[in-house]
């Protein structure tokens, strides 16, 4: 089992383990790894292009969820010393967000691997913001071929 010895902070190693790229990067940090789990983080910037009025909204909310999974894959193919991969979110189901964070909060999310097979990962996701949980959700991811 692969865990993470520490935290990684280093924006440009995190860029590197997501195929997105500026200005559509919504992860800065891998705070968890293991083959089941994996938790991010994320300071908003005040430029973001999903903040409006200060606020990061829903779609950029859901966005940083989805490239939460694009981590925990990334990370994976890194240990495997292979390129991170493309992937699609495949299906979005029961997304709940109590609250929209602010410009410059810090964003908490953990991704919990449910199933993962031939490409295909569902997950549940908490995101929390100041300890608190702002939004939950459950995905379905998709690698391209």
Same mark, same amino acid.
């Given at each position: 089992?692969?865990?993470?010895?520490?935290?990684?902070?280093?924006? +440009?190693?995190?860029? @590197?383990?997501?195929?997105?790229?500026?200005?559509?990067?919504?992860?800065?940090?891998?705070?968890?790894?293991?083959?089941?789990?994996?938790?991010?983080?994320?300071?908003?910037?005040?430029? @973001?292009?999903?903040? +409006?009025? @200060?606020?990061?909204?829903?779609?950029?909310?859901?966005? +940083?969820?989805?490239?939460?999974?694009?981590?925990?894959?990334?990370?994976?193919?890194?240990?495997?010393?292979?390129?991170?991969?493309?992937?699609?979110?495949?299906?979005?189901?029961?997304?709940?967000?109590?609250?929209?964070?602010?410009?410059? *909060? *810090?964003?908490?999310?953990?991704?919990?691997?449910?199933? *993962?097979?031939?490409?295909?990962?569902?997950?549940?996701? *908490?995101?929390?913001?100041?300890?608190?949980?702002?939004?939950?959700?459950?995905?379905?991811?998709?690698?391209?071929?």
């Amino acid at each position: 089992m692969n865990l993470l010895a520490e935290k990684i902070t280093d924006k +440009h190693f995190v860029q @590197n383990l997501i195929p997105q790229k500026k200005p559509f990067i919504m992860v800065d940090k891998l705070l968890f790894y293991s083959e089941k789990q994996v938790v991010s983080g994320f300071t908003i910037p005040t430029d @973001n292009i999903f903040c +409006h009025n @200060n606020t990061f909204i829903a779609s950029g909310l859901i966005e +940083h969820m989805a490239q939460t999974i694009a981590l925990h894959t990334g990370y994976q193919y890194f240990l495997k010393k292979k390129p991170a991969p493309t992937g699609y979110i495949g299906a979005i189901k029961k997304v709940e967000i109590n609250k929209l964070p602010k410009a410059s *909060e *810090e964003l908490t999310t953990t991704v919990k691997i449910l199933h *993962e097979i031939m490409g295909v990962t569902l997950v549940t996701i *908490e995101t929390q913001s100041g300890g608190i949980v702002i939004a939950t959700g459950e995905m379905k991811t998709v690698l391209a071929k």
